[in-house]
C-alpha cells in the first residue's frame, strides 16, 4: 500500500509489516513459507438475488456436509473447475480442492510460496473465487458461517458504567442485543 500524495510504502500497512517480518527472519538466515488453504460457502444464488433477498433464505449449493462426498462435490464441479482453472490462468498454483465439512463449504488448497508472494495470492484467490462465482451465477462468501452472506454492522451499546460503544457484530444478532467482542 503507498501514501497517494507521497507514493511510499505505508509503514503500518499489513504488506509493509510481512515486508518487515521477512527481512528480520532473512538476516537470521532464515526464509518463511506460506501456503493458503480457503474455505467458503456456495450459494445458488447470484450476488444480485442475494442483495434482493436482503441475504436473507439463501439456498447453500448442498444441503449436508460434503467432506469427502464425491458425488456432492460433482454437482458443484462447474464452479470449482472454473475456480481451479482460473487460479492456475493466474499462476496461482492450485493443489485440490474438495467439499468441507458443513453444508455448502467448499476447500481450496494452493500450493506454498515465499511469505510475500503468498499474501498477495491470498488477495488474488478470494477475489478471483467472487469473480468466478459471480460469472456461473453464484455467489460466495467466506464468512465463518454460510448461513448469511450479510456484512458485519455496527451496533451501539452501553455498558454497565453507561458509556457507549461501537463493535461489530454479525447481522444475524437482533438489534437489541448487545454484543461483546
Not at 503468498?118 to 484467490?125: E, F, L, P, V, Y
Amino acid at each position: 500500500m503507498l501514501d497517494h500524495h507521497t507514493h511510499e510504502e505505508v509503514a503500518h500497512s499489513p504488506r509493509a509489516i510481512l515486508k518487515k517480518q521477512v527481512k528480520r527472519l532473512e538476516d537470521m538466515g532464515m526464509k518463511a513459507y506460506m501456503a493458503s488453504e480457503l474455505e467458503f460457502f456456495l450459494f445458488d444464488q447470484s450476488y444480485e438475488a442475494a442483495q434482493t433477498s436482503g441475504y436473507r433464505n439463501l439456498k447453500l449449493a448442498s444441503a449436508y456436509n460434503e467432506d469427502y462426498h464425491i458425488f456432492q462435490t460433482t454437482k458443484e464441479e462447474e464452479v470449482m473447475r472454473a475456480i481451479r482453472t482460473g487460479l492456475q490462468g493466474a499462476g496461482i498454483p492450485v493443489e485440490n480442492s474438495k467439499g468441507e465439512a458443513s453444508a455448502g463449504q467448499e476447500e481450496i488448497n494452493v500450493r506454498y510460496a515465499d511469505a510475500l508472494a503468498m499474501a498477495d495470492r491470498h488477495a488474488i484467490i478470494k477475489n478471483g473465487c467472487k469473480e468466478i462465482a459471480w460469472s456461473k451465477g453464484k455467489a460466495i462468501t467466506f464468512r465463518p458461517s454460510g448461513t448469511t452472506m450479510l456484512p458485519a454492522v455496527p451496533r451501539i451499546s452501553t455498558s454497565r458504567s453507561g458509556a457507549r460503544r461501537k463493535s461489530r457484530c454479525s447481522s444475524t444478532i437482533p438489534a437489541n442485543t448487545a454484543c461483546r467482542r
